[in-house]
């Protein structure tokens, strides 16, 4: 079987194409700026301070449509990188450790139809 050199398709959840432009809470005010995609397995955020690898965090993340939910979960901290672009210093990537099936399953609706959605 012919192995795919695109990363995004060798993913056992889609991500959302487009970043969410509202707030994410984590615990520590301030930590957290906003989230560049999400999956059912996790969040790749952006932040202005590093957070150590296996950091463990408490994430609530609001999701816009197709039904506004608050998906409230548990992750570890499995990637932090220096941001050189935008305001943002460091990209921070969390799987979710903790998370209750149905909001993994409202996350999934949301990249689905985000992923639906006509380039602007």
């Known amino acids: 079987m012919p192995h795919s050199s695109n990363p995004e398709e060798r993913r056992k959840y889609p991500r959302s194409k487009h970043g969410l ?33 296996m950091t463990r965090m408490q994430i609530v993340v609001e999701l816009p449509k197709p039904s506004k939910h608050r998906i409230q ?31 993994q399953e409202k996350i999934r609706e949301f990249v689905e139809h985000n992923i639906s959605k006509k380039d602007d």
Do not use: M, W, Y
């Not at 989230?35 to 150590?52: K, R, Y």
């Open 21 to 53: 432009k509202i707030p994410i809470e984590s615990k520590g005010p301030g930590i957290l700026n906003h989230v560049d995609n999400i999956s059912a397995n996790g969040v790749l955020c952006h932040t202005v301070q590093p957070i150590p690898l």
């Open 73 to 103: 979960a548990e992750g570890i901290v499995v990637r932090c990188n220096k941001d050189e672009l935008g305001d943002d210093h460091f990209r921070v990537g969390i799987v979710f450790t903790r998370i209750d099936e149905k909001d």
